[in-house]
């Protein structure tokens, strides 16, 4: 653990904004995967339906010797996945009810409370983006060129699990969080406009940049597995680096820091 001094290094605006984003994400993911059952497969291309092979991802049910089996296609290669996906509790579904909200199937449910949390995605984005440009926090998600320098160092720390705590963040934690901000998040934001028949009438060149609906709804499901991908690394390396003093960091801004040791 860190023995040096208290920093403060989350202020009031980053750490509400943060946890607006935790709950929005949560509930984006549940709702979102209750809109995919109601259509449980991903295309690439301009059309979808069944005249067309373009599917890289279906998932459904068949019934094999009197029982009801699931079955996810990926790419061609066909796997069985009952109990998790495509049947569950004896049911066809392509996602668990225990992973969508509402557990029951109800699109038009699933799409009120999608779009309610990602308006506020997007309104608390724009906030965090105003106030991190004005209060300097931006600046400091931007790695610098002597950041980029410091990399395979900090790297090879990680990988010996040896974490440094200072009043900035590292490269790889700035990295991550700019991938997220200025990648992820924006990409998530843009291909579910372009899946908006009203947002296709207003600015029909970002269904045109995506490569039409499909493909962008493929894009905004893959995009939300690198966001699961970023969310359990995140989770082990709160544990790992000390997860009272990380908590504490982003729940009242003050992070205890190595002191003259590492800072
Ligand atoms: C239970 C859920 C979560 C917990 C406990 C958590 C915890 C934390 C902590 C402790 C920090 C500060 C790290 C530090 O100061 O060293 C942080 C920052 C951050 N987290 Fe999370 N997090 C959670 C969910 C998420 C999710 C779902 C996302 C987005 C996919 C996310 C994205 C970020 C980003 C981008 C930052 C940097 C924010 C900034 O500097 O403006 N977190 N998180």
């Known amino acids: 653990m860190p023995e040096g001094p208290l920093v403060y290094r989350q202020r009031l605006i980053t750490r509400v904004t943060h946890w607006v984003w935790a709950i929005s994400l949560f509930f984006l993911m549940l709702t979102g995967l209750q809109i995919f059952n109601a259509h449980p497969s991903l295309h690439i291309g301009m059309e ?9 991802l279906t998932i459904g049910a068949r019934e094999v010797g009197g029982e009801l089996r699931g079955v ?5 290669a066909e ?22 909200i509402p557990s029951y199937q109800s699109l038009a449910t699933g799409r009120v409370i ?18 991190s440009a004005l209060n300097g926090h931006l600046r400091q998600l931007i790695p610098s060129l002597a950041d980029l ?19 900035d963040y590292n490269v790889l934690q700035k990295l991550a969080y700019a991938s997220v901000l200025f990648l992820a998040l924006p990409l998530m934001i843009l291909t579910g406009l372009s899946m908006s028949p009203g947002f296709n009438a207003a600015a029909p060149w970002l269904l045109d940049l995506f490569g039409g609906r ?3 709804r493929t894009i905004h499901f893959l995009t939300m597995l690198a966001l699961i991908g970023f969310f359990a690394v995140h989770m082990a390396m709160i544990l790992l680096a000390g997860p009272l003093n990380e908590m504490r960091a982003i729940l009242t801004g003050w992070y205890r820091t190595d002191g003259d040791r590492n800072a």
């Open 114 to 131: 999608h779009f309610f949390f990602a308006w506020t995605l997007v309104l608390t984005l724009a906030l965090w983006l105003a106030a």
């Open 214 to 216: 499909q493909t962008a």
């Open 48 to 56: 979808s339906g069944f005249d067309y092979d373009n599917a890289i």
């Open 79 to 100: 796997f069985d996945t009952t109990g998790i996906l495509g049947v569950s509790g004896g049911e066809p579904r392509a996602f668990p009810a225990a992973l969508t």
């Open 72 to 76: 996810t296609q990926v790419l061609g």
């Open 149 to 167: 320098r410091a990399l395979p160092r900090d790297l090879a720390d990680h990988a010996r699990l040896r974490f440094h705590h200072s009043a």
